[in-house]
């Protein structure tokens, strides 16, 4: 069973990762957001959100990378704050690094993303478009933008995750009320009648569903620097 949800109180770390804040909310992860070890982790990640395994241990490596110290075997969320590691600008609810604040969940960032977010239910495409809304965005009003192709493969792999855990797998869809929900309390939502998926999440679900989105818009030449798009020679 889940343990009660509480928000962070004085001096608990948390992350630009909406996923792992509500795993410490519930007191799933440590709530003071810190010492986040392997076993800890993969099981925060199979008791909240039903990820089997292989699925869990892969992020949890990502996790390490963020810990300056040599052969980390933990990290905190603060840690994930660092920019240009995991963290990266254009976020769907938190602000650029540039701005000072590339963590906490910003409510005028989340409202860009959620006005491109049309319908009941979010879908491939309107992921697809609420990126790329959100890069144009920083791409104009911050001077130190920085988003290649790798960043954008992540980024939909962002909205996979969030899909994977609180959606439909298959056709890469998800409740928009529920999601938000989410995004917004950093609380499992299942006062809006979300259950964990009964069958654990893999590696190859991720991979599906951010296939889906990119496939929406194949590579962003929007977004590129000229030197970068394909499109030129
Ligand atoms: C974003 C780390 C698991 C959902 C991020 C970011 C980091 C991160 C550093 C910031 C990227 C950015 O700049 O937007 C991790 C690690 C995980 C993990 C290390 C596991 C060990 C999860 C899980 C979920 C999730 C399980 C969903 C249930 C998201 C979403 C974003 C995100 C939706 C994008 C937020 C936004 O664009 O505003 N994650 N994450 N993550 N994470 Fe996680
Ligand atoms: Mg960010």
Redesign the pocket.
Known sequence: SIPAWHPPTRGDLR??????N?LANHGLLPRDGNNLRRAV?VDA?KTG?N?DDALANG??E??LT?NPEPNATWFSLEH?NTHGI???DA????ADAYTGN?HAFNPSIFAQTSKYWTGATLTPTTMAYARIARELDSKVFNPEYAFDASREIQ?WG??A??TA??GNIQEGTADKNIVEYFFKKERLPVALGWKKQAVPVQNSDLAHITNLIGNVTGSVPVLLTPSENPLRS
Do not use: M
Request: with cysteine; charged share 10%; proline share 6%.
């Open positions: 992350s630009p990762c909406p996923g792992l509500t982790v990640l959100y990820f992020l949890f990502t996790g963020t994930l995991i963290e990266h976020s769907l609810s938190r590339n980024a962002e909205s995750i969030f855990a609180l």
